[in-house]
């Protein structure tokens, strides 16, 4: 089969690709170089230079990497679990432990409101058991946006794994053991180099959709604050096309480097 | 068969109202502020037209009028009467006058009809006592410094909100403040370190839960919570005085639905309306009998000697920088 004809059937995909991503983008990438409808690099130069924005681009950053690093670390277990044991009733808890996936996170920051808001659930029982009041407050600080970020990451990161890890027989583990491997020996030269991959590829996913998540922030930041938040209030607040389509490009850029780079050196 | 699966979709498409439905899109039509879930249900019992809820504030209404300027969406708007005039400054409304617009007082309106007060508001101090564990309720902006209400006190982000603009913009007035602001800044500085969040959605839900025990916000809301959904929520309005906040509409230029639109902004100044929002104790523009209950649950008219009424036009002119020096020294 030729080339073209292998091609064929994801022409139509291409065209939506095409008319969803590269027109809207361009669009925004062509706002995003104007100032009062003349060519300039005013916003970019902004965006760079003004200290709150840059915080907030900085803070981008850190934030996801902290949720895309834990995420991945704690989705092993689970991950491991789903992919290689059979146990009655798996998939109905899969379905469930990976259901707060698909909440919006506008709902989950309102259940982090519920459970570590001020008179949340958990700083109520903390007072009844010790009489004071821990983690209260929690949802509208550092803390609380993490925990809030890793409710819906950690299960994304444990399908995404899960998938990978499908793929590795456990038998290899059980022969390099007949061979006199020790766990250790087992850890560094098999399992590790073979989920290395998958590894990396999840941390890339969690990555990046932490990156452009917004409504746990928009709900929970009291001043903490992130990209896809700063880009809200310049449309909100002042109407500032310009700068908002110049971060909004920064964003972009930034998940497709993290996820293109994370890909290509695994 | 087909004829049958036919008929069934059509009937199942007509009962979700996607047929014949008529509607009215009003940006900033928030369910629990100033009884609008309340407002816009009688509306549509009288007349089947329906007005979605919308969330938005009245910079994000302002900021998405823009936005859609080219293929305008909704059809009205209702802000806070600063973030209003900015709005029509920035010709986004197309005039009109409704029914009964001449008796509106000429300070609340636009002399074109680009906007026009409906009701008037006070910014004032909510407090759920139940929340506050025994501490005194707070009787002034100044107790709100106190270092014994930290992280207890909300108000809106006045970049997005109408109300917290409204807010932030007239405490200044109230601390003594002159052109420069600065006293106000002072204040909302200090106030800071009590803030619990600057909240960007509507905070009415947490006020009842006790999750927030003290929103600055309008007095009505305060008074709605207490006499209509019985939560303990005291109306404070505090010794330093209150602004007046004119809330106002206004009709979205070249919107999708123009004749349908007019009848609704009339019946917003008729005596039903007024009155129902009058019941959720924001003052009607209009003259209208509230009632003796109505009348003796509002704040006795003492409370609000020293009320002030800032100029909309310099708030509108103010608003982007005041809103950009907020997010720079008070949210950072």
């Known amino acids: ?266 | 068969m087909k004829k049958t699966v036919l008929v069934l979709i059509s009937s199942l498409l007509c009962s979700l109202g996607y047929a014949q439905e008529k509607v009215v899109i009003q940006y900033d039509c928030i369910p629990n502020y100033a009884n609008w879930g309340g407002v816009t249900a009688a509306y549509t019992k009288e007349t089947g037209v329906r007005i979605p809820p919308d969330m938005k504030g009245s910079s994000a209404a302002m900021a998405a009028l823009e936005a859609e300027k080219s293929n305008p969406q909704a059809d009205c708007a209702y802000y806070s009467g600063a973030i209003g005039y900015q709005a029509a400054t920035k010709g986004l409304h197309q005039p009109y006058k409704p029914k009964g617009w001449e008796k509106i007082p000429d300070s609340l309106k636009d002399p074109d009809g680009k906007w026009w007060t409906v009701h008037t508001g006070n910014i004032a101090i909510l407090v759920n006592t139940s929340a506050l564990k025994g501490k005194p309720v707070p009787h002034s902006f100044t107790d709100l410094l106190k270092p014994e209400y930290k992280g207890m006190v909300v108000y809106d982000d006045p970049t997005i909100q109408g109300t917290g603009f409204t807010f932030v913009y007239g405490i200044n007035a109230l601390m003594g403040g002159g052109a420069d602001m600065n006293a106000g800044f002072d204040y909302l500085k200090k106030l800071d370190a009590n803030v619990l969040n600057y909240a960007k959605d509507n905070s009415y839900n947490d006020l009842l839960r006790g999750e927030v025990p003290i929103w600055i916000n309008a007095d009505g809301n305060g008074l709605k919570a207490k006499y209509v959904d019985k939560a303990p929520i005291e109306t404070v309005i505090a010794s330093e005085g209150t602004i007046v906040m004119p809330l106002v509409m206004g009709m979205v230029k070249n919107d999708p639905h123009p004749e349908e639109t007019k009848k609704y902004l009339d019946w917003c100044l008729g005596d039903e309306a007024q009155k129902l929002m009058a019941q959720s104790f924001f003052r009607p523009v209009m003259k209208v009998d509230l009632g003796g209950k109505v009348q003796s649950e509002f704040p006795p008219e003492s409370a609000y000697a020293k009320a002030k009424t800032l100029p909309l036009d310099q708030m509108a002119a103010n608003a982007d920088a005041v809103k950009a020096r907020w997010s720079k020294q008070i949210k950072r």
Request: proline residues 4%; charged residues 10%; glycine residues 6%.
């Open chain 1, 1 to 266: 089969m030729s080339i073209a004809k292998k091609m064929a059937p994801s022409f139509p995909l291409v065209v939506a690709l095409f008319l969803l991503l590269a027109y809207p983008l361009s669009l925004l990438f062509a706002r995003s170089l104007q100032d009062a409808n003349e060519f300039s690099l005013t916003n970019y130069i902004q965006l760079f230079t003004d200290n709150s924005h840059r915080r907030a681009l900085f803070h981008s950053l850190i934030l996801s990497a902290l949720v895309a690093s834990i995420s991945t670390l704690i989705c092993l277990a689970p991950a491991w679990l789903f992919a290689n044991e059979h146990f009655a009733g798996k998939s109905l808890v899969r379905a469930i432990f990976t259901l707060p996936m698909s909440f919006s996170g506008i709902i989950v920051g309102f259940l982090a409101v519920i459970m570590v808001g001020r008179i949340g659930a958990v700083p109520q029982f903390f007072e009844k058991l010790t009489g004071t009041a821990y983690t209260s407050g929690w949802a509208y600080r550092l803390s609380g946006l993490v925990l809030a970020y890793l409710y819906f990451e950690i299960p994304r990161a444990t399908l995404t794994l899960e998938s990978a890890l499908r793929k590795f027989d456990p038998q290899l583990s059980v022969a390099a053991r007949s061979l006199g491997a020790n766990t250790w020996q087992r850890l560094r030269l098999l399992i590790l180099p073979l989920i290395w991959r998958p590894l990396v590829s999840t941390f890339a996913v969690t990555f990046t959709v932490s990156l452009g998540s917004f409504g746990v922030a928009l709900i929970l930041s009291k001043r903490f604050s992130v990209l896809p938040l700063e880009i809200f209030q310049q449309i909100t607040g002042y109407g500032n096309n310009g700068l908002m389509a110049a971060m909004a490009i920064v964003l972009v850029l930034l998940a497709f480097v993290i996820n293109y780079s994370a890909r290509a050196t695994s």
